[in-house]
């Protein structure tokens, strides 16, 4: 018998914040010209490099929901990591531009505590549904011997 995970209400939402946060991050890196420079005609392999990354982490992660939603055990693991790197990844480069950051706050710093509360809450809210699936599944032979013996 295999029980899928069943996410909370909560689930989507908690992704859809860390995923808007993160990508406002990375936005706003972007057009702060931290990740090598501004944008020209031709651009460099550092902002080819962010851009290719940056695009498949989105659609992996975005990919990853989807099919979790449908009850998929490894997509709802999938979206562990890929939330870590990049909600979390981001983030935590608060460290390295603490409050105020520079000529980005108050922006910079909402969308790093952001990226972080809402990384980590979608990481909690993934990690819940993998948890009580387990949990669903190793109740239900106990479920339904109880039920047979009760109806018998």
């Given at each position: ?109 909402i969308v790093h505590i952001g990226s972080l509360v809402f990384g980590v809450w979608a990481i909690f809210e993934s990690w819940r549904a993998l948890v009580l699936g387990v949990r669903r599944q190793l109740a239900a ?12």
């Amino acid at each position: 018998m295999t029980v899928s995970p069943r996410p909370s209400p909560r689930w989507l939402p908690a992704h859809a914040l860390a995923i808007a946060f993160s990508l406002s991050h990375l936005t706003l890196d972007w057009g702060a010209q931290i990740i090598g420079g501004p944008v020209g005609a031709v651009m460099n392999p550092v902002q080819v490099l962010v851009l290719v990354i940056g695009s498949g982490l989105y659609a992996l992660w975005a990919s990853a929901l989807v099919v979790a939603a449908q009850g998929s055990r490894p997509a709802m693991a999938t979206t562990l990591p890929l939330c870590a790197v990049g909600a979390l990844g981001n983030g935590l480069s608060i460290v390295a531009c603490p409050p105020p950051c520079g000529g980005a706050a108050p922006i910079g710093d909402i969308v790093h505590i952001g990226s972080l509360v809402f990384g980590v809450w979608a990481i909690f809210e993934s990690w819940r549904a993998l948890v009580l699936g387990v949990r669903r599944q190793l109740a239900a032979p106990t479920q339904v011997a109880t039920t047979a013996v009760v109806d018998g």
